[in-house]
């Protein structure tokens, strides 16, 4: 069966700092993958997707970026902290856009 | 641009009851519509996929339907338990997209 893994669970980070949140997937190969964020009264917003190595496209223009250096690995990486980018980030993973997204068990960013 | 509307935001009912969750969405040029459960701080649960060939999908005490040419899916609960407790998210996704576009959720809260 399929597993999707998310570190770290919580982070709390200063203003300015770097990030770094890493999303693997266990039991299938060539997923899609898809980074998402949760913020407090604003449904889920769709960040970056990848449908294959070294392919990220991004949904929405920010001081975030994305990387796919393992077939089964998503990484979601920010060189400077916003107090804006604080929030409940989701990995998530599907077969293909006919399938179900599956979703990981979240990292619960604060920005200080 | 696709919007997503889930009503009521909040819902409270005693256990053993019937219940619909209901949503709404403004393009009906979708490809799949997908349920969600997110407990609190938690990831979200996949619950049914309905394609847009299709008019509803079952498992176990959940029904979802699919009007695609009113912009609507509703979700059955039958037999309500405190278990069932969550918020309900709704996404669809956009013909030749990769991108799902989510409700902001109804909170049930099944009470004993």
């Known amino acids: 069966s399929q597993t999707i893994h998310q570190w770290p669970a919580t982070l709390v980070q200063p203003v300015g700092s770097p990030l770094s949140l890493e999303c693997t997937v266990e039991?299938?190969?060539?997923?899609?993958l898809y980074w998402y964020r949760q913020a407090a009264g604003r449904g889920l917003q769709l960040l970056f997707y990848s449908v294959g190595i070294g392919q990220i496209s991004s949904e929405v223009p920010q001081n975030l970026s994305a990387s796919r250096p393992q077939d089964r690995q998503f990484i979601l990486s920010s060189k400077k902290l916003l107090l804006s980018d604080s929030g409940f980030y989701l990995c998530?993973?599907?077969?293909?856009?006919?399938?179900?997204?599956?979703f990981g068990p979240g990292t619960r960013l604060t920005v200080t | 641009k696709q919007e997503v509307t889930q009503i009521p935001a909040a819902l409270s009912v005693p256990e053993g009851e019937n219940l619909v969750l209901n949503c709404s969405f403004t393009?009906?040029?979708?490809?799949?519509l997908q349920w969600f459960r997110q407990d609190p701080g938690k990831g979200l649960t996949s619950l049914l996929l309905?394609?847009?060939?299709?008019r509803e999908q079952t498992s176990g005490r959940l029904n979802a339907s699919l009007d695609k040419s009113s912009g609507r899916s509703t979700l059955y609960i039958a037999a309500s338990q405190p278990g069932d407790s969550a918020t309900y998210l709704c996404a669809v996704r956009g013909g030749g997209s990769e991108k799902l576009v989510f409700g902001k959720g109804t909170k049930l809260t099944v009470n004993p």
């Open positions: 998530a993973w599907s077969a293909d856009r006919d399938h179900e997204q599956y």
């Open positions: 393009d009906s040029a979708i490809y799949n």
């Open positions: 039991g299938t190969s060539n997923p899609n």
């Open positions: 309905i394609q847009s060939s299709q």
